[in-house]
């Protein structure tokens, strides 16, 4: 038995290796999980990104010291492959990184790796640490829900109907509009509906691969927080074998109050210009668009809506501000916490990329969805359904597969109006959840906690 307290010595910092799937989505989620990390205890960081990507977050704000980009080759489609192709990019993500991902972490960094931090999207990842006896955790960047819909596919009725197989358009029709919640418990108020767009992505079966492998994992962090999801969430640690983290909303504090806005920040001193909660914000994400078509009238609608509005339209910037001259401030990319922080901010036009939707929730921002792809309508539903803050645009799509100008401008007026009952509505119920998010992450609450003993767990399991 230990008698004797022992003489303290130095530790050296923890070493960490993390990987993301190649999205901003998910880089931003896991590099926000790091920083969080670094700033509650002593590690050294090593975040593995591809050389493409070291160069595209060599404009972010640098992260602190603690956490170094290490690169491996570009072994997948470049972000543009992935825009012309998405299903080929998400194949090569599955096939071609786990190779340079090995031998960076066993055989170029100078200390040895104790611990990985990988996406539950990249399972080869477990594989690698389960062969060199590294421990994984592994971070789900998106809604538990999500997760939860995913770790149970195979119980879906879509599914079930396919025979295993993938499922056909008539089978799809046919549980459009069922409660998930029938199939698979813990998931109120999705519907089968939500789940659409997931069907149809091809290489659905090997990112599917990415759930078993979780019983090799150490534990399960989640982005989300406990108050939003907490009977999915209380579903998911009945189900999974190993313990499960909600550390969210992942916010990067420090980044945030670094107050230095640089030329490019125009878009703050034009927004301090602006009445309160006057500008609604407009952003569908880091990678996805919807088409010329529904941009134009997008564009037009807000036009004639009269409502100020701040729009991040990317590569289709020139265009846009073309068709919207001075009513709205055109920018390619901004640094969205602190836009939707912003007080001049009072909605937020989304296509519910789960980071959005929770930097949406810090905020207190109240959210018009328009889901695109993968996880986005189940964010959509929990935005309109569970937590009532915010409407969905989706229905009223017509009958051309689009949502027309006059349409958009009437919704986007109701949605800003500062009087109107069910804006009041949303933006009290959004400021609720903005407290509850903050109650979360400060010291004692759910996610504070959560994270305290991950990290003692961690640390009780090295390498
Ligand atoms: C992808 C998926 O599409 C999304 O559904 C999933 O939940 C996460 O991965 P993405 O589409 O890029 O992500 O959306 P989102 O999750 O919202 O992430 C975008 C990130 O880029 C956010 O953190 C947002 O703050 C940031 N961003 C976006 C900026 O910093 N500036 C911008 O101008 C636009």
């Known amino acids: 038995e230990e008698v004797m307290a022992p003489t303290k010595t130095v530790q050296p910092p923890v070493h960490i290796a993390a990987i993301a799937h190649p999205g901003r989505g998910h880089i931003n989620a896991m590099m926000n999980f790091c920083c969080l990390l670094s700033d509650r205890g002593d590690f050294h960081i090593s975040f593995v990104v591809t050389e493409e990507w070291c160069s595209i977050l060599s404009s972010d704000p640098p992260p602190p010291s603690c956490v170094q980009l290490c690169t491996i080759p570009n072994c997948i489609p470049s972000e543009r492959g992935r825009a012309a192709d998405m299903n080929k990019f998400l194949e090569a993500v599955q096939t071609k990184m786990e190779e340079p991902f090995e031998y960076l972490i066993t055989e170029q960094l100078e200390l040895p790796v104790q611990a990985i931090v990988s996406d539950t999207y990249l399972p080869w990842a477990v594989a690698v640490g389960s062969r060199r006896g590294i421990p994984v955790c592994s971070l789900f960047p998106m809604a538990a829900s999500f997760f939860r819909a995913l770790n149970n596919y195979d119980l879906l009725p879509v599914v079930v109907a396919a025979d295993g197989d993938v499922p056909t358009a008539d089978a799809i029709a046919e549980f459009n509009d069922h409660p998930l919640?029938?199939?698979i418990p813990g998931l109120h108020p999705l519907r089968s509906s939500d789940l659409n767009t997931v069907h149809a992505v091809k290489p659905l079966k090997k990112i599917l691969q990415s759930f078993p492998w979780l019983k090799k994992a150490q534990c399960l962090l989640f982005t989300s927080f406990y108050v939003l999801e907490s009977v999915t969430i209380d579903s998911i640690k009945a189900?999974?074998?190993?313990?499960?983290?909600?550390?969210?909303p992942c916010i990067p504090y420090y980044r945030f109050n670094d107050k230095t806005n640089t030329d490019q920040d125009h878009y703050l001193t034009w927004l301090d210009k602006q009445q309160k909660k006057s500008v609604l914000y407009i952003s569908l994400g880091s990678f996805l668009s919807v088409s010329q078509a529904?941009?134009?009238?997008?564009a037009s609608?807000?036009?004639?809506?009269?409502v100020k509005f701040l729009w991040v339209a990317r590569e289709k910037s020139c265009r846009v501000q073309k068709i919207v001259g001075k009513s709205g401030l055109i920018v390619p990319w901004c640094e969205q916490l602190k836009v939707l922080c912003h007080p001049s901010i009072g909605g937020f036009l989304t296509h519910c990329g789960w980071n959005s939707t929770l930097e949406a929730v810090y905020a207190g921002v109240p959210m018009m969805t328009f889901p695109i792809f993968w996880d986005q309508d189940v964010d959509s539903r929990l935005v309109v359904e569970k937590w009532k803050v915010g409407m969905s645009l989706k229905g009223k799509i017509g009958k051309?597969?689009?949502?027309?100008?006059e349409e958009i401008a009437l919704v986007v007026k109701a949605f800003m109006d500062l009087d109107g009952d069910e804006s009041k509505e949303f933006r009290k119920e959004a400021l609720k959840l903005k407290e509850a998010a903050r109650n979360a992450t400060d010291v004692g609450g759910s996610s504070y906690n959560s994270l305290s003993i991950f990290i003692e767990n961690l640390s009780a399991n090295l390498h």
């Open 181 to 183: 919640e029938q199939y």
């Open 239 to 248: 189900q999974v074998p190993c313990p499960v983290y909600p550390i969210g």
């Open 294 to 298: 529904q941009l134009e009238e997008l």
């Open 301 to 306: 609608g807000l036009v004639a809506s009269q």
């Open 400 to 405: 051309d597969g689009i949502i027309g100008k």
